[in-house]
């Protein structure tokens, strides 16, 4: 069966300090991934997709980045973190079209 | 472009009775519909989803989800709720091409009383 693995569970960090949250799954290949966002109290808000090696779509823009080095591990990344980037992060994968997606435990990430 | 609305921010139940959770969308094809539940400080979990077909879709838990293209909603309904069953509750579309992206709705909190 498949898993979706993501960390670290949380994280504090100070303001202007680097970032990188890691995503893997198991048990499939070729899978769609995406890096989500979640404020508090709010919805989720899709800040990446990747369809494949080496292919990232941006879908807001931001502070952050995202790569996907192997087929099945995505990374979201930051340079200088800012206040705002604090929330709740979560992964997720699915199989294609016409598949639902799956997600990861997510990362709660407080920035000081 | 796709949305959706989930019109109660906040619901309060008491414990085995019937619920029923609103949700709305806009599409501008035969959408994907989803249903999923996060309870605090998790991922989300899938509960039920729409492709094609019947249009009632029974999930996980013991929920169901109906889908009215008139109405353009799917809402999700459990005739008796149990106390974990408290949790968010978010209603999604999602594209049938490419990627696939999912748009989410704001959630509905669901709490149960005793």
């Known amino acids: 069966s498949q898993t979706i693995h993501q960390w670290p569970a949380t994280l504090v960090q100070p303001v202007g300090s680097p970032l990188s949250l890691e995503c893997t799954v198991e048990g499939t290949s070729n899978p769609n991934l995406y890096w989500y966002r979640q404020a508090a109290g709010r919805g989720l808000q899709l800040l990446f997709y990747?369809?494949?090696?080496?292919?990232i779509s941006s879908e807001v823009p931001q502070n952050l980045s995202a790569s996907r080095p192997q087929d099945r591990q995505f990374i979201l990344s930051s340079k200088k973190l800012l206040l705002s980037d604090s929330g709740f992060y979560l992964c997720?994968?699915?199989?294609?079209?016409?598949?639902?997606?799956?997600f990861g435990d997510g990362t709660r990430l407080s920035i000081l | 472009a796709q949305s959706v609305t989930q019109p109660d921010i906040h619901i309060t139940v008491s414990e085995g009775a019937s619920l029923e959770l609103r949700c709305n969308y806009s599409?501008?094809?035969?959408?994907?519909l989803f249903w999923y539940v996060q309870s605090p400080g998790q991922g989300l979990q899938l509960l039920l989803k729409?492709?094609?077909?019947?249009?009632l879709v029974q999930g996980i838990k013991g929920f169901e989800a109906e889908f009215k293209r008139s109405q353009s909603s799917f809402n999700l309904r459990k005739p008796s709720v149990h106390w974990s069953d408290a949790a968010e509750y978010f209603c999604a579309v999602g594209s049938i091409q490419g990627a696939q992206k999912l748009v989410f709705g704001q959630g509905t909190r669901l709490t149960i009383n005793p």
């Open positions: 729409y492709f094609s077909g019947d249009t």
């Open positions: 599409y501008g094809a035969t959408p994907y």
């Open positions: 990747s369809v494949g090696i080496g292919q």
């Open positions: 997720a994968w699915s199989g294609g079209s016409n598949q639902p997606q799956h």
